[in-house]
């Protein structure tokens, strides 16, 4: 065997606890809607209600946790961030993350992302998805709801280029 190779036959040292097989660690939608609560409250504050437009907790709260249930990666990085989330809110005070004001909310919110970047972007990415992509989000918006394609964007008529020169030029390769 020479230097430097891994062995084929040894399984690493990897981390001895807290797989992603570890129960412990297991994100399930069941755990993720036993804070439905704090969840909702959080969208909430990412996305409030303004101008006609609902709060985020109403529309994209469903969302979320399909993602949490098709996804183990998407799930435990959610989960993840809650836990940020309530752990930084049970130090403030005693009354939880609901009960801050909405700016408390907000720096708390901010803390959050400054220490948990990777998961609070998740949080972000799946709560603007899952806004922005719901029927009543789309119709507020005024755009029309259903797939941009097959019908596609509205192209101006443009005259196209002369080929006859092209065409008259025959193929540049040689044919096998």
Same mark, same amino acid.
């Given at each position: 065997?020479?230097?430097?190779?891994?062995?084929?036959?040894?399984?690493?040292?990897?981390?001895?606890?807290?797989?992603?097989?570890?129960?412990?660690?297991?994100?399930?939608?069941?755990?993720?809607?036993?804070?439905?609560?704090?969840?909702?409250?959080?969208?909430?504050?990412?996305?409030?209600?303004?101008?006609?437009?609902?709060?985020?907790?109403?529309?994209?709260?469903?969302?979320?946790?399909?993602?949490?249930?098709?996804?183990?990666?998407?799930?435990? #990085? =959610?989960?993840?961030? #809650?836990?940020?989330?309530?752990?930084?809110?049970?130090?403030?005070?005693?009354?939880?993350?609901?009960? =801050?004001?909405?700016?408390?909310?907000?720096?708390?919110?901010?803390?959050?992302?400054? #220490?948990?970047?990777?998961?609070?972007?998740?949080?972000?990415?799946?709560?603007?998805?899952?806004?922005?992509?719901?029927?009543?989000?789309?119709?507020?918006?005024?755009?029309?709801?259903?797939?941009?394609?097959?019908?596609?964007?509205?192209?101006?008529?443009?005259?196209?280029?002369?080929?006859?020169?092209?065409?008259?030029?025959?193929?540049?390769?040689?044919?096998?």
């Amino acid at each position: 065997m020479r230097r430097r190779e891994p062995d084929l036959d040894d399984s690493g040292r990897g981390a001895p606890r807290r797989r992603r097989d570890d129960p412990e660690t297991r994100v399930t939608p069941e755990r993720l809607a036993a804070k439905r609560d704090l969840l909702r409250a959080v969208l909430d504050t990412l996305v409030p209600a303004g101008d006609g437009f609902p709060e985020s907790g109403a529309l994209a709260l469903d969302h979320l946790l399909a993602i949490a249930g098709a996804s183990a990666e998407a799930g435990s #990085l =959610l989960a993840r961030a #809650l836990d940020a989330v309530e752990t930084a809110a049970r130090a403030d005070a005693a009354r939880g993350f609901a009960g =801050l004001s909405v700016a408390r909310r907000e720096d708390l919110l901010r803390a959050v992302e400054r #220490l948990h970047p990777e998961a609070f972007d998740a949080l972000v990415r799946h709560t603007y998805d899952g806004f922005y992509s719901h029927p009543a989000t789309i119709a507020r918006l005024g755009l029309e709801p259903g797939p941009v394609q097959p019908r596609g964007h509205r192209i101006e008529p443009a005259a196209l280029p002369d080929l006859a020169r092209v065409a008259a030029r025959g193929p540049i390769f040689r044919r096998a």
